[in-house]
């Protein structure tokens, strides 16, 4: 027993000499025996048995240096091709790297947050082997300024159709249309088979139908349910409304929206509503702030008749509209000469009579239609006025229909004013909301007035934040939360294959002040709100708030139970944006926590033990 132990204590104690795993990960002859190893750890890792997991990870890290997860899962990250553990990664920094980081930080403290300095400072990081900081400040010049192509080409992406992107993504992208279109198969005709037993007139079909519809969880079950059901009666809305209760995701979400305020049942609606309460907020609120409008104010100046102007005024939220309706003028007489010809017996009197006639007659017929196209303007004008009257009926059942969930979910109560919910959730998201213009356009016009559109989102729209103080894990060791800025490396998790690394930070959060949580994991505290995500073991993330003592939370290179979950004080808090794996270390023990990122389910947890591991036995 003891060889086994001094092996897994000299692979932790000279992890430093161990050369990085990609040359010696080429060629993998043993990666199934490793990983077998791997799976054992974890599930000593499960029991509490500490010593027998180090002995399965060494055993692991010795027979095949290349694999990631047995390092990671021992603590140890990858610097420049060397395998450290992340206390010791500062002091393995050669010399001259380390005047460079000096030297970048001074750059960085000089460079002006606009697009070009950004740029700038960026050529220098690459030129300077700095390749994290440099993608970290290619991002802020293209969040500042969109046109910026070098910027865009320097992080991997092309041009296509208009757009950025990375190929990678592209293909991603493609993937997972196909991996949609092909669950779409799946999962069509299967629910379509459950609506007829939701419809069946025996209640025992019914009931086994409900039960297998409660049990679906696939969010790419998702389409199919809103297509086969949500386009249903009220029964099979209802029924959608409470499996899509029971699917996590952004997509699950999103369709819950449109059931609470887009069904024409009251009951479907209640039922999403109430859903909507037990979701990530970060899903719902700005989707549900997307779908505010603020009613249209307008108003109408009638015209006086023939030779006058109408008038219609509306104020819209991003140009005004003065349109104008122009009442024909008066008919006007025209001459039209008529010769008759000369003759004793033509009666001058009688023709007289008679054109006089038929000209009153003639200006009848004319003041009549211009009394009718008045009267047509006159409606013109009044179909416009309820034609707005109209939306705004539809803009005020949206907003009658959001704002008592979001009133709920955020305890604000700022009316059908999306302006200022658009700022408080640029706000509580760390962004930097876009003031409304001091003065809008009017355009006129005088013939038509444009159809009004409204759009039914958010936004976003995590997330979560940590007290000031936070210790999070970085390439010089761990520094308070708020201290931290763009470019700085955070130690972090590849949530795919377990590996940690050092990530560059891409944007810093100031929110609050917000309620906050204290959780004591492994006899050391962290504070953070409620609905920021710690990953359990085996399991994937979890909001604080869901946290309960026992649970067992990762760690950098182990594992700790959480003690207790408390409130603590209403406070500032802060969060941070991590290239790549969108999560980072927090606490002097390194708790793994997500960063500002939004959250997307994890089908199977880097850390899982496969049920066919079993219980591993001692050595």
């Given amino acids: ?360 007659m003639e200006e009848q017929l004319a003041r009549q239609e211009t009394i009718r196209r008045a009267m047509a303007v006159d409606r013109r004008m009044e179909d416009d006025a309820a034609q707005l009257e109209k939306t705004n009926a539809a803009i005020r059942t949206v907003n009658d229909r959001a704002l008592p969930i979001l009133r709920t979910l955020t305890g604000r109560d700022d009316g059908p004013n999306p302006e200022s919910w658009n700022s408080w959730w640029a706000n509580e998201l760390g962004l930097v909301s876009s003031s409304a213009p001091s003065s809008k356009p009017t355009y006129e016009d005088v013939e038509t007035m444009p159809g009004v559109s409204f759009e039914v989102t958010v936004p976003t729209f995590h997330h979560g934040c940590f007290a000031a103080g936070t210790p999070v894990h970085t390439a010089g060791g761990p520094r308070a939360i708020e201290t931290l800025r763009v470019g700085d490396l955070v130690l972090s998790q590849n949530l795919k294959d377990g590996s940690l690394g050092y990530r560059a930070v891409t944007g810093i959060h100031v929110n609050g002040p917000a309620d906050t949580l204290r959780i004591v994991i492994a006899g050391e505290a962290v504070v953070a709100t409620g609905i920021h995500r710690f990953w359990k073991v085996g399991m994937g993330w979890a909001m604080a708030r869901d946290l309960r003592p026992g649970d067992r939370l990762r760690m950098a290179g182990r594992s700790g139970l959480v003690e207790s979950v408390t409130p603590d004080a209403r406070q500032t808090i802060y969060n941070l944006d991590v290239q790549g794996n969108r999560d980072y270390f927090v606490g002097i023990r390194g708790i793994l926590v997500n960063d500002f990122g939004m959250v997307e389910p994890v089908e199977t947890p880097f850390d899982a033990v496969p049920a066919a591991a079993g219980v591993a036995t001692n050595p």
């Fill in 1 to 360: 027993m003891l060889a086994p132990l001094w092996l897994s204590l000299s692979c932790l104690a000279f992890a430093g000499d161990v050369p990085g795993g990609h040359a010696a990960s080429a060629s993998r002859p043993h990666q199934s025996e490793t990983d077998e190893l791997v799976r054992k750890a974890l599930g000593c890792e499960a029991e509490g048995r500490e010593a027998e997991r180090l002995i399965h990870l060494a055993r692991a890290v010795a027979i095949d240096p290349g694999n990631a997860l047995a390092r990671a899962l021992m603590g140890l990250v990858e610097v420049r091709g060397r395998w450290l553990r992340p206390d010791g990664a500062a002091a393995g920094v050669e010399p001259d790297r380390k005047a460079r980081e000096r030297e970048y930080l001074a750059r960085r403290a000089a460079t002006p947050t606009k697009a070009d300095a950004q740029v700038r400072l960026a050529d220098w990081c690459s030129k300077n082997g700095l390749e994290e900081q440099a993608r970290a400040h290619y991002r802020v010049a293209i969040q500042l300024d969109p046109s910026k192509e070098s910027a865009w080409r320097h992080l991997g992406y092309q041009k296509q159709g208009g757009r950025w992107v990375r190929p990678e993504d592209a293909a991603a992208e493609k993937a997972e249309a196909a991996a949609q279109k092909k669950a779409d198969r799946s999962w069509r005709p299967r629910l379509e088979r459950l609506r007829d037993g939701l419809s069946h007139r025996d209640a025992d079909r019914r009931e086994k139908a409900r039960k297998e519809l409660m049990a679906i969880t696939d969010p790419r079950a998702v389409p199919s349910i809103l297509l086969v059901l949500a386009s249903g009666g009220e029964t099979l809305q209802q029924a959608a409304a409470q499996a899509l209760g029971r699917i996590s995701g952004p997509r699950a979400s999103d369709a819950l929206v449109s059931l609470a305020i887009l069904s024409p049942f009251r009951s479907v609606r209640d039922r999403a509503s109430s859903a909507l309460l037990f979701r990530d907020p970060g899903e719902v609120i700005g989707t549900l702030i997307g779908l505010l409008r603020r009613p249209f104010k307008y108003k109408v100046i009638p015209g006086d008749g023939p030779g006058t102007t109408g008038r219609l005024l509306v104020d819209g939220v991003a140009f005004d509209l003065r349109k104008t309706y122009r009442y024909p003028d008066m008919p006007r007489p025209e001459s039209h000469a008529v010769n008759f010809p000369p003759g004793r017996n033509l009666d001058v009197a009688a023709v007289d009579r008679l054109v006089a006639s038929k000209n009153a």
